[in-house]
């Protein structure tokens, strides 16, 4: 997911980037908001849609963190990927 959209994070546990990631995740989506148009005419952009509007279905944090860890958190971090 990180990659599909250009978004990356970090922290010193996986706790705090998922933060970090809700974090950066709810900014983007305001800034796809405001200029929808820009974001859904720019080729590189245009993609993202589907990932933003999984943010805005998301009414609070809560579930944010939810879906981002279980759906995702598996995939971009594991013990096996840090003991390489």
């Not at 405001?34 to 720019?42: G, K, P, Q, R, T």
Request: proline share 6%; aromatic share 14%.
């Amino acid at each position: 997911m990180l990659d599909q959209i250009d978004i990356a994070v970090n922290g010193p546990t996986l706790d705090e980037a998922i933060e970090e990631l809700i974090r950066e995740l709810k900014t983007y989506a305001e800034d796809y908001r405001d200029n929808m148009s820009l974001f859904l005419n720019a080729p590189n952009r245009k993609g993202h849609f589907p990932y933003i509007l999984r943010v805005w279905l998301c009414d609070n944090t809560r579930k944010l963190n939810h879906f981002w860890r279980f759906k995702y958190a598996p995939k971009i971090w594991s013990p096996e990927k840090v003991l390489r």
